[in-house]
């Protein structure tokens, strides 16, 4: 086996403790047992549906047990699964699909009918995999995912094998873009999700099956990802807890509810969770702030936020509820795992806000290619080096833009400016681009722009972010309409919600006369942020 693989790991952990959980959702729990058969059956569906090599399995799922198993199956055939954002609406997930050359899709009931209404143009996928959700049955182009899953076939391997270069491919959420596939070697992903495990727990370089006999001869940590596994942070939260013989606990509610979560973390006694900076941690500190015995959160050991920023005053409000807790505020992003984090908790008062500490692999280098020290007084670029993806599927010139060699080594540099003090901390300022990210969601402002604009009464558009204290930047559109329209007479967010997935929607609307784009068709970005901020009484940092 060239490299690690997460199929031969998972497959070594479920023969080692066959019997532990390694998969919670409500009053259902599977065994390690369980997964890797279940796995072995729906992987054999994708085979018998005719997927290729180089081809790909789509997950288009909420967070439920068939999303891993479902992932586990791609794994095991040497095919790479595809993260779906199930916020998506026609467009969206037809330029996906196609994108990523997927041969299979495994869906929830509740998305039939927006399927059925695109089937057509995405003449690729050969098979569509059904999961029962309760919505409905089965449609008759569909094949029912639990008959494969109980299937009871042997060990699935395809002809083409499996090895540490099956991908995993990872689509953005559009910050470079029209969202792009990030590919992860197997043996890369898995040893540098490992770096963040127990340290009892870690893998070496080399494969080695047997240590991991080893050391997941007993049952793993308990991980609760609050956040979607269609997202980098959800799904490498489980990856990693799966990695080192644990389980992964979902929640059933099809939005996240604060008081559910609370009530699985006491229930299940979970150890970690994941979640997505103040957009989940306020209305989880609101909770506890209303009901302050009402539960009982010591399990908790950590709780990691990742994609955007994590107030200071909401870390300090949790650690009122459970001092014993460590809250990571991580740095990492779909092609850069771990480059920076900053710890509160134990010991350690609250970290402030977008301050972070720089990794043993991650170095800011400035835009002509120079490696900054601490108290340099410029500013660059955060880069990571080691295990780092190969590059963007399909996208060559992006790729040499953002994995790079400088002095031999190859790093990982998606953009993030930043500097490093003195003391070496790195503070972070923020993107180069204009892209916003609102509760975790990257928001390519164009795309926006574009549905804003098809409507009969707008002449022109600019959408920008704004502060905002729970979702970290609220979507605004300024808005040039025709000669003698009235905005007032129109739902400028109903209009992009029926073209876009409803979280790239403006918050807020703001007319302008002309938004006086040069003769390049560009625009002066930061001054209609400046201009909407002003507007709306909003304070910018």
Known sequence: MAGWNFADTWETIAETIPEAPALLHGDLERSWEEFDARADGVAQAYLDAGAAEGTTVAQYLTNRPEYLESVFAAFKVGLAPVNTNYRYVDDELVYLWDNADTSVVVFEGQFTERIDALRDRVPAVRAWLWVDDGAGACPEWAHPYEPAAVSGVPRTVAPWGRSGDSLYLLYTGGTTGMPKGVMWRNDDLLLVLNEGAPRKRHLPEDVDLDHVRTVCATPGIRTLPACPLMHGTGAFNAFTALTVGGSVVTLTGAKFDAVELLDTIEAKQVNNTAIVGDAFARPILAALEAESTRWDISSLRVVLSSGVMWSQATKDGLLRHN??????????????????????????????????????????????????????????????????????????????????????????????????????????????????????????????????????????????????????????????????????????????????????????????ESLGRAANGKVDYKRWTAHAADTLGVTLP
């Open 323 to 512: 001092p014993n807790m460590l809250l990571v505020d991580s740095l990492g992003s779909s092609e850069a795992v771990g480059m920076a984090s900053s710890v509160s908790g134990g010991s350690k008062h609250a970290a402030r806000t977008a301050t972070f500490t720089l990794g043993p692999k991650t170095q800011v280098i400035t835009d002509d290619g120079r490696l900054l020290s601490p108290g340099d007084d410029e500013i660059g670029k955060v880069a990571i080096k080691g295990h780092v993806p190969i590059g963007y599927y399909k996208d060559p010139m992006k790729s040499a833009e953002t994995f790079v060699q400088v002095d031999g080594d190859s790093y990982s540099m998606p953009g993030d400016y930043a500097r490093v003090e003195a003391d070496g901390t790195l503070v972070l300022l923020g993107r180069g681009s204009v892209c916003i990210n609102t509760g975790g969601e990257k928001v390519f402002p164009e795309e926006v722009e574009e549905a804003l604009k098809e409507h009969d009464l707008v002449h022109d558009a600019v959408v920008v972010g704004l502060p905002d204290e729970r979702f970290g930047q609220a979507i605004t559109a300024v808005i040039e309409p025709i000669v003698g329209a009235d905005l007032g007479d129109i739902d400028l967010v109903a209009h992009v919600k029926e073209r876009l997935a409803a979280y790239k929607a403006p918050k807020q609307v703001v007319p302008v």
